[in-house]
Each structure stands twice: as C-alpha cells, then as structure tokens.
C-alpha cells in the first residue's frame, strides 16, 4: 500500500505492528549553496526536502522522526536508518542514547562508482551508512541467518557491502533512489515473509516494489512521493 502524504499526519493512525522499517531519511545534504563547477554531466543535489537551517533543526528532524517510528515496530521488529556522514552520528546518537535501543549492526554501503569531490578539498565521499537497531527487550528481533549466508558464498555475511550506485536502468528520476538489490537484502534478512514493512519517506517508492516482488504476503509502505511516480524498471 502507497500512502502519499507527511509522514508524520499518516503514521499516527497506524498501530505499532511493523516488523522491520526501512528509513531513508533526507540527509542534509540539499541546497548547500555550494559554489563549485562541476563537469557538465555533474549536479549538485538541491532538493528542498534535504535542506535543513542548522544542525538543530536536523537533529530536531530526526528526533522527532525516530520516537515516532520506534513506537510503530514489534517488539520483534528491527529499524535500518540510512545516512552519511552527514546525519549519520545525529542518527546514531539518538538511537542509542535517546531512544535505548540496541545496535545490531553498522552496514557499510561502498559505491565503487562514487563521484570524485569536485572540490578538491577532501576525499570521495564513497560510501553510505545504515544502522540496523532493535527494541532493548528479551525479545529476539528477527534475522534469517541462513539467507546472510546464502549472500556470501554460505560464509557469515559480512557488514561493509560494495556494489556500483544505483544502475541507471533502475533510474526513475529521485536524486537519492536507492538500488533494488540493497533494498531486497534488508527486507531479506530482516522481515518474515509474512511480515510487514515500514518505508515512512519512500521517495520514488523502492521498498514498495521490492517488498511486492519479494514474496511478502502483507507489507504496507507510508510514504510521501514527492518527485517522479512510483514506476520501476528492474
Ligand atoms: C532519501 S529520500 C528516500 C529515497 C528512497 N529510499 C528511494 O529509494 O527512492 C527521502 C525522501 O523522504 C521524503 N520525505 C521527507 N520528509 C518527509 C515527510 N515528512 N513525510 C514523508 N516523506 C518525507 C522526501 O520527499 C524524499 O523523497
């Protein structure tokens, strides 16, 4: 199910009965007022969406975002939070400390393919970060370990993935569409079959698909799509 609105008006009418949300969350990163030429295949990302006043507003953002989404999950139920460096320590911070939940795991996303820094001040920027977190209870969260194997070779699957950025067959116009093979994984390794997800800002709409091609009996993805429509060529 494709619910288009805010977030935060739509979710308050759903009951905590997620087994696994996916949250992907503007990282801070838009309207930078940058100043800095690029090669001409080369954009700045500028969304207004991804744009916050001061890192208090961010972290107000998140806050806010995060205690509404933890009272949705299972008690067997497991968040993965997107970020880079950008949000991600924020993110971290609250999830931990605030919010006493446990970490699971640090997944490392290293996109081989990752634009060089057109400012030459820093290094590439080359990869993205997801916190995967649990409910600080006796209750077990969910992990099909037999399914992490299966991606490695039947070897313990290990926490940095590398993979090229989203292909551009996959592309529908979102400036942050996430890959369907990086979705597909989550939802594998941490949502039941008959399970249900959780994408509260959706974007061009991954986990929805991915969750109906997947097998999932039942899924449900709040989301806002703001930019593009919900189509996917995979
Ligand atoms: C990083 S993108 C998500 C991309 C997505 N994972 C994908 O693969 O396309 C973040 C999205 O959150 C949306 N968003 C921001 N605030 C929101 C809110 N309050 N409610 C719903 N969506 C929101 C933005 O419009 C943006 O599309």
Redesign the pocket.
């Known amino acids: 199910m494709l619910i288009l609105?805010?977030?935060?008006e739509v979710l308050d009418k759903h009951s905590n009965s997620y087994d696994l949300i996916i949250c992907?969350?503007?990282?801070g990163i838009g309207d930078t007022k940058l100043e800095v030429k690029g090669p001409k295949h080369w954009s700045k990302s500028n969304e207004k969406?991804d744009f916050f006043y001061s890192v208090n507003e961010q972290y107000e953002f998140y806050q806010k975002t995060l205690s509404l989404l933890i009272s949705k999950l299972k008690d067997s139920g497991s968040i993965f939070v997107?970020g880079s460096f950008h949000n991600i320590y924020q993110v971290g911070y609250i999830l931990q400390k605030q919010l006493n939940l446990k970490i699971i795991n640090s997944i490392v996303w290293n996109k081989k393919n990752a634009f060089y820094n057109v400012t030459r001040t820093a290094l590439i920027e080359g990869t993205e970060h997801i916190i995967w977190a649990a409910l600080n209870n006796k209750v077990q969260h969910y992990f099909d370990y037999e399914y992490a194997c299966s991606q490695n070779n039947g070897k313990q699957l290990r926490n940095v993935w590398t993979s090229l950025k989203t292909p551009p067959g996959e592309l529908i116009g979102?400036p942050?569409?996430?890959p369907a093979w990086l979705?597909h994984r989550l939802i594998r390794l941490a949502c039941p079959s008959s399970g249900v997800v959780l994408?509260?800002?959706?974007?061009?709409?991954?986990?929805e698909i991915i969750c109906g091609r997947s097998g999932r009996k039942r899924y449900n993805a709040a989301?806002?799509?703001?930019?593009g429509t919900a189509r996917h060529r995979f």
């Open positions: 609105g805010d977030m935060f992907d969350p503007p990282y969406w997107f979102h942050h569409q996430k979705i994408d509260p800002m959706a974007g061009s709409g991954t986990t989301a806002a799509v703001r930019r």
